[in-house]
């Protein structure tokens, strides 16, 4: 499924060596950039820029989903589900 905010990144080109994969390396930066996990523990905002507003809903690990919001350098909201899950989200937002 092609992502209408990114229609630069994904060209006619999708199938010959080397392999771009276009906009799915780049979604995939931006997912790792707004989560990571390690183990039991999930991180949000491990490499996001304090600069750059965001919105997300992104799924992590034990049937868990994050969503979040962030603007203007605050983690304006922060929903995880299921609620139980809370205690695993360290939010680390960039100095």
Do not use: C
């Not at 392999?19 to 950039?33: A, F, P, R």
């Not at 707004?34 to 750059?52: C, H, M, R, S």
């Not at 965001?54 to 304006?76: C, D, I, S, W, Y």
């Amino acid at each position: 499924m092609r992502n209408p905010l990114f229609l630069a990144f994904w060209g006619p080109n999708y199938d010959w060596t080397p392999d771009q994969d276009h906009g799915g390396v780049l979604m995939k930066t931006l997912q790792s950039m707004l989560l990571q996990t390690d183990g039991q523990k999930i991180f949000v905002l491990p490499a996001w820029p304090k600069e750059w507003n965001v919105e997300f809903k992104l799924h992590a690990p034990q049937q868990t989903v994050v969503e979040g919001v962030f603007r203007n350098g605050n983690m304006a909201s922060l929903k995880v589900t299921p609620t139980e899950r809370r205690t695993a989200v360290q939010v680390l937002e960039s100095k």
